[in-house]
């Protein structure tokens, strides 16, 4: 038999591993991020979303900045300036330019009215002379204001009545449940009407009208939400160490919760701005000299053959929010999921 020759190994190639490297060996190299950072960064990923909310924020600070960078009163009438078209100094693209055309002929109206040479309404002025752009900043702040009472209102009735009527449960989750099915039963419209026979037509009507009922889906949601997780594993070890129903909501339940609230409100935002919009239309909303989108849509339509800007511009201003708000929703909700694929 043949030998079998040994080798041998030469020690300088080997190095002996340290102990902080033997550790640095099983770290993990991508920094943890809590739940809100990892949806953060989700969102960031969708283009549609991140533009939706860049838009609505860059709107949001202009309309609630209207009183000091609107280029003229709103509510101020001016008899010798009506239906101006709009004029932008520098633009002499026709629309923009201060010209409409009157019989077969284009005229320049500013000229006509012999408007002075300083004075610019950048979207035209309406049948009582009021400068368009300032009221549309002025109503869209109106606007803004329902849909942000609106999400207050969900935050807090919608969210306190769906976590009650969940923990509670029993007979009085019945009871509530029942209040929820009288208010949901009654149109809103007609919720608006009753309110219109106690107080004036206004902001404030309709934020009463929808302190009735505009809450009821998210106390739904909310509800059903509370009742899937309190029986889990780690609400029930709360309840045996002797939490309260009410710590146990607020530290255990509305945390896990808190995704499908922030997408149902931001959905029930443009549902309160449409409700705005159609009540100031039909006439039941707000009333001047205060303004809003719905307003101007109401104002405008009537003269849309011979002054279509007066109706194009709020329409225009309205879908933008309403786009924006619910790709923001749609966003939120692909965010919020932990089971959306990469």
Known sequence: ME?????TINPELFEPVGHREFHQSDEIAAPSLTFMQDSWRRLKKNRGAVISLFLLLVISVIAFSAQWISPHDPAKQNVNYINLPPKIPGVSLNGFNGTAVVGDKRVDKYEQMKVPDD???YLGTDS???DLLSRLLMGTRSSLII???AAFLDLTIGVTYGLISAMKGGRTDN???RILEILSGIPNLVVMILMLTIFKPGMKTI???MAITGWITMARIVRAQTLKIKDQEYV?????LGQSSGKIAMKHILPNISSVVIVQMMFSIPSAIFF????SFIGLGIRPPLSSLGMLLSEGYKTFRFLPHLMWYPAIMLSVIMICFNLLADGLRDAFDPKMAE
């Open 119 to 121: 004075v610019h309404f």
């Open 236 to 240: 029930l070890a709360a309840r045996t």
């Open 3 to 7: 030998s079998i020759e040994k080798t």
């Open 207 to 209: 934020i009463l009208a």
């Open 276 to 279: 705005e919009a159609f009540l």
């Open 147 to 149: 849909a942000f009472v």
């Open 175 to 177: 009871i509530m449940q």
């Open 128 to 130: 009582l002379g009021r």
